[in-house]
């Protein structure tokens, strides 16, 4: 084979680029629709079942303890007793730090570890999950009901908010499982939620600073220069007593002590208990470095240690139970709970086994509630301030805000911009921002595709992009342009310009590699009628490469194959130049019907 | 060659995929702000000039016609006279019906079509366009300041709301025009625009039952139940005689004759005159086909004649002088005005040069103002609703409706949707249910991308989409999938299942293809390697053919290179299947580090 001018072995018979067999529209719609909505075909294992079989396969399904629950073993409990024993402890100073970020009484945060577990435990498919409230739940709680209610002063409507908020978010989540809309949270990308944690996170920690200096009155805004006005103009009232002892009990595991807390002592030791619970489980869960795997989004904690053990999650699913724990929870008097990432990895780390360890930890919060209660009237703000802090220095991942920056800038944007938000306005606008700046990128893909010019790699049959292989050799009098996006309505006019544009000089083909053109739309198509017309009037020849499925069926639907020729349409890059080449070879260019003409700019 | 081991002669040498030079972050970000805003690189022409000759081109830059007035002849001008009153012809009864769509006085019809035209006549690069109001713009207009303002109640406010709306319109057009943000209105599909187009006629054709009936009270909603309704619910109101003249009018040439104007004779002559123009134009335009080209957006009648004479239009520039005519044209009692694409086919057909004919129109329009206004306080209603529904008719391209649902199903809903939410709700509603189904096909496309099993093509190395092409040959042993889509975010754990759940049989080796992968984002980046992590533990060999460059610089830069090993990524499918065959026939898969374990189920 040589370089420049070998011959192709069965040039006279290229190969054929098919159109596929049309479909009849609704099986195709059927087709799409299911991939839409079941791509993970969660029916598959109930297909070519006896009825009874059917039905007891339906009731595992709601019910995965119906599945593990008969095989349980004592093996099973013992680890289950120990994980779930370990993560009550994160629970509970967890559970009233949390309640007290979302203004609710601090004992509502154990209510909300002790009757959502139990629910979990029966629907829930994943064996690692931890259940139980979250701190930035928790403050957007807290944020959006202060802006209806001053729960200082009408505390009970306030209470009655949060339970009807809790009630509405568990129908939402479960009514969005249960319609399949589950992929919607994957537009929550990575970045966002790296962000949106580390955002949310600055703004718990500000928050603390009321306990942390002790100030008695404090901004209900939660952006960084309302809180920062409120601390410097009270710097008159700031106790430095109790910021020694804050930075004391987050930073180590000693037993706190305020003056508060000096009026009695058990209280004291059961907050040093906790304390040391659970700054210990945390630095074990770094240690272990299950940080770096950021949860993506609500249910996905579930799946990604599914991955670890390798068993299957249906994200769906996961949001039937998650919803329905929190609307039963709501009638309970608990608020927002789902399966929080770093407790859940506490619970791996200590080995559970089953769903079991859930109702291990509701257990021991009820014996916290039954026994515990009294000392609970004197939550020792400064602590629970701690704590807050502690767990919240978790969720900045400024290493993942690194990795970020080096490899995607656009990434980078998303999580800065989402970072931003949420510390100088709210939580909702930083939301807001980063899921903007993502759909944007989305669409900014296809509104401005790349095009390429091909050359063919030495020695082969290859054409590639020239700047990538810059050792390409460019093809005499072909242009060779391939489109890396699908041709749409949103960027038809911008690749009309682009192959307008390309190649002024005397050229005889041009040639669209479509193998990236994933689809096309009847913009798309009313574009390439413009583009072959252009071509025409130029005396240029247009001709197409590879084009896919889609594009073949939307291309001989609208009758574009008939204009271009069928006989212009290659398998392969390599095919088309060839023919080209032989034609310009050996003839003009076979345009009986439209004239290759001199193109005069009028 | 042979069909299933045949040797490839350089199979120890495959080619090298090439990870593109590092580009500083700086010269990559201007790069791509410049293709996204400055895709058709208007400042191309400044480039290497001095400044003297920089500033005339600046000032023809903004103001054309000091570019091809200098250049003006007697030959120009004759064809210029002739088509600038040919569309005078039209612009006056347009300007009157239209006006009153908007619920204002006629007379600001023609002021419209006086003042801007001279405007655009300076500023305008396109020589086809003919400036004037449009119906839809009016009917907007009217139905948005009516949910105000009561016209009849408050004419004085509802005319100074009308200029105030034209003059921040013109603002918003020309700001958009010089941020070059112009490609927003691509977002807008030809889908889009006909059903939108379909049902703003329809609604219009409904508001002028009014008249055509003779009524004298009627709804000020424009939805299809409200008007039915509102005509329905004075059936005994009906005026035969009006209807009769109206469908005569409208489908005929002849001089209509109402009892309103069988006071004044003269306005029956005019009113004969201009519906005789219109409607003779009219079908003309329609006899040159060019009502089937839709326009697809404001600044675009301009482009597609920029097409048929090949000289170039700058979409942002065009928006630049639009709105500056709006803006100035509000401060001399204009309302909106645009280049409707109707009235300038006529133009063309007429025979135009330069925008000189506008001139010419903004003439005979002032000619028109200054002897014929005492004759429109006698405004034959019946037959300025005939006029606007002869126009209208025109709108409704139920040919391009049968074309989409026959060429691409979810165009046909995009249109339909924008239809019928402008027929049954409102045109604002229409609008966004219409560009939301587009935007969310956009986000669908890249959410839920395909992936294909590749096939051997007989007698080649080349491998396609076994669908596509059923003659294709399985590879034993090896599986070959081809993702056609950026993986971002918003796919990554759609793809991420697929993958897992691909080939569930005893594999070696899966192949993917990645030609069509444009891009990944650090939420790809993750998937892949927890593609990777599983396919090595059911024991598989995960293989990359042909990653682009953007993807190649990611993968580089965030080091899955070094994960996957660059051995194992290659330039083409063919190449990536003889090196597993290879491997597969001589020995195991070098899996030194990570063993083949098999893949148990727990």
């Not at 009849?24 to 993970?40: A, G, H, I, V, Y």
């Not at 289950?80 to 629970?91: N, R, V, W």
């Not at 700046?437 to 095009?451: D, Q």
């Not at 009309?496 to 479509?514: D, F």
Request: proline content about 5%; aromatic content about 10%; hydrophobic content about 45%.
């Amino acid at each position: 084979m040589g370089n420049s001018d070998y011959v192709y072995p069965d040039r006279q018979s290229p190969h054929q680029v098919a159109v596929p067999p049309p479909q009849p529209f609704f099986k195709s719609f059927k087709n799409s629709l299911k991939e839409t909505f079941f791509p993970d075909d969660p029916l598959r294992q109930f297909k070519n079942k006896p009825p009874s079989r059917k039905f007891l396969l339906g009731l595992q399904y709601f019910m995965p303890i119906l599945e593990w629950g008969p095989r349980y073993s004592f093996e099973f409990l013992k680890s289950d007793i120990i994980s779930g024993i370990t993560i009550a402890s994160l629970a509970i100073p967890q559970g009233i730090s949390y309640a007290k970020l979302a203004n609710l009484p601090p004992i509502l945060g154990l209510y909300s570890s002790f009757i959502p577990p139990l629910i979990y435990a029966m629907m829930g498919s994943s064996r690692d999950l931890a259940v139980g409230t979250v701190a930035v739940a928790s403050l957007l709680m807290g944020s959006m009901l202060g802006d209806e209610v001053n729960a200082a002063e009408n505390p009970t409507l306030y209470l009655h908010l949060a339970f009807t908020a809790t009630f509405f978010a568990g129908i939402l989540q479960a009514s969005l499982g249960l319609l399949r809309l589950g992929f919607i949270v994957d537009f929550l990308s990575h970045a966002t939620i790296v962000g949106f944690m580390a955002g949310a996170a600055t703004v718990v920690i500000l928050q603390q600073l009321k306990g942390v200096l002790g100030l008695d009155h404090f901004t209900r805004s939660t952006d960084i220069i309302s809180v920062l006005r409120s601390v410097f103009s009270q710097i008159h009232e700031w106790r430095w007593e109790s910021a020694v002892l804050a930075l004391f009990s987050s930073s180590s595991s000693s037993s706190p002590d305020t003056s508060e807390l000096e009026e009695r002592a058990e209280s004291t030791v059961v907050w040093g208990f906790c304390i040391h619970l659970f700054v210990f489980f945390n630095s074990r869960a770094d240690r272990h470095g299950h940080r770096r795997h950021c949860p993506r989004r609500r249910n996905s904690s579930g799946r990604s240690f599914a991955m670890l053990k390798q068993y299957h999650i249906d994200g769906n699913k996961e949001m039937v139970a998650i919803g329905t724990m929190n609307i039963v929870g709501s009638c309970f008097s608990c608020y927002l709970t789902t399966g929080p990432f770093s407790r859940s990895a506490v619970n791996v780390n200590a080995g559970c086994k089953t769903a079991m360890s859930n109702v291990v930890m509701a257990l021991a919060v009820m014996f916290a509630l039954l026994f515990l209660t009294p000392l609970f009237h004197y939550t020792p703000i400064v602590v629970l301030s701690a704590i807050i802090i502690a767990a919240m220095f978790g969720l900045i991942d400024y290493e993942a805000t690194i990795h970020l920056w080096k490899v995607d800038k656009f990434d980078f944007m998303v999580c800065m911009g989402a970072y931003l938000g949420v510390v100088f306005a709210s939580v909702e606008v930083g939301l807001v921002i980063a899921v903007a700046i993502s759909v944007l990128r989305l669409l900014l893909f296809v509104a401005r595709p790349r095009t390429f010019v091909l050359g063919n790699i030495p020695n082969s049959t290859i054409y590639r992009n020239v700047e990538q292989y810059p050792t390409t050799d460019s093809v005499p009098g072909i242009l060779i342009l391939e489109i890396d996006a699908p041709i749409y309505f949103a960027n038809a006019s911008y690749l009309r310009e682009r192959l307008k544009s390309a190649g002024e000089t005397s050229l005889q083909y041009v040639i669209l590699h479509m193998t990236a053109v994933g689809n096309i739309d009847t913009s798309g198509i009313s574009m390439l009628e413009e583009v072959k017309k252009t071509t025409d009037r130029r005396g240029l020849k247009l001709v197409f490469a590879n084009p896919g499925s889609e594009v073949m069926k939307k291309l001989n639907k609208s009758k574009f194959i008939e204009t271009i020729g069928q006989e212009w349409i290659y398998l392969t890059v390599g095919e088309a130049v060839e023919a080209c080449h032989y034609k310009l070879h050996t003839c003009k260019p076979d345009s009986t019907s439209e004239e290759p003409q001199p193109w005069n700019k009028v």
